[in-house]
Nanobody, 116 residues
Framework: QVQLVESGGGLVQPGGSLRLSCVSS????????MGWYRQAPGKQRELVAR???????NYADSVEGRFTISRDNAKNTVYLQMNSLRPEDTAVYYC??????????WGKGTLVTVSS
């Protein structure tokens, strides 16, 4: 069983930055598929950024060039650096990992609010 805990959300003004963290209860060294998703009020959950098979990274068009996903295997942590935040980035952000045995795990989410 893998437990994920997100942190780093909060209220930020447009143009500001936040760094989200997702800490895993177990090692993520062997996990190739990890990513961040978000769900805004009244909308479906959508991919924000992820590590895909082979180490490639994928970003939603709406965040390309503003957000960066990274990982620290030694700390069992995945990060999402978010710059130049916009009101439309307001959402609950969820961490997702897919274990080598195929099970997908989700955190409970952290709320990001971009507002002046």
């Amino acid at each position: 069983q893998v437990q994920l805990v997100e942190s780093g959300g909060g209220l930020v003004q447009p143009g500001g930055s936040l760094r989200l963290s997702c800490v895993s209860s177990g090692s993520i060294a062997g996990f190739n598929a990890m990513g961040w998703y978000r769900q805004a009020p009244g909308k479906q959950r959508e991919l924000v950024a992820r590590f895909a098979t082979g180490g490639n990274t994928n970003y939603a068009d709406s965040v390309e060039g503003r957000f960066t996903i990274s990982r620290d295997n030694a700390k069992n942590t995945v990060y999402l650096q978010m710059n130049s935040l916009r009101p439309e980035d307001t959402a609950v952000y969820y961490c997702n990992v897919v274990a080598p045995w195929g099970t997908a795990y989700w955190g409970k989410g952290t709320l990001v609010t971009v507002s002046s």
